[in-house]
């Protein structure tokens, strides 16, 4: 059954919730039918959600780039805020074409100021300057085909 559309999160909404949360999550195939879940930190720009990770997520977005990305916030029922995407990530392979991704040098600046300090110590906002390296560490792009949202606060309570 679908979202109402009053219960969904505005543009502004969701803006605030992509830019202000720290942590999404991404569910990637793995061999077989495995899917891998895994938590990271991320940016948004142009529609779209940036993270830089290695590992198995790589491995298997290289295989099959179909994923599902979660971000939410809250935890009791009635303050869930959240947006659900699904749709396709592209691994930026090399310095070139990180260079080249549309909002990529935005959210190196964004990420850079939002997780300055590595855990929420304060510290002097710096530019995320990460880039391709070894065989897997890599930059992704994620680009939504479907999405959706939901705030449970516009729930009307009897």
């Known amino acids: 059954m679908p979202i109402p559309q009053e219960l969904s999160l ?17 569910a990637t195939i793995g061999p077989g039918t495995r ?6 930190w991320f940016g948004w720009a142009e529609g779209k959600i940036f993270f830089y990770c290695r590992g198995q997520k790589v491995v298997n977005l290289r295989r099959n780039t179909t994923c599902t990305v979660l971000v939410d916030k809250n935890e009791r029922f009635p303050e869930l805020q959240g947006a659900m995407f699904q749709g396709q990530a592209k691994v930026l392979e090399d310095p ?20 300055a300090g590595g855990h929420g110590e304060a510290a002097e906002p710096r530019k995320n300057e990460s880039s391709a390296r070894g065989r897997h560490w890599r930059w992704v792009v994620f ?4 999405m959706v949202t939901w ?7 009897a």
Request: proline residues 6%.
């Open 96 to 115: 070139e074409a990180e260079a080249a991704e549309p909002g990529m040098e935005e959210v190196r600046w964004q990420m850079g100021k939002k997780y």
């Open 10 to 26: 505005t543009k502004d909404e969701l803006d605030d919730l992509m830019l202000t949360s720290w942590n999404m999550r991404v």
């Open 151 to 157: 705030d449970n606060k516009k729930i009307r309570r």
């Open 35 to 40: 899917i891998n879940v895994t938590p990271l």
């Open 143 to 146: 680009t939504p085909a479907k």
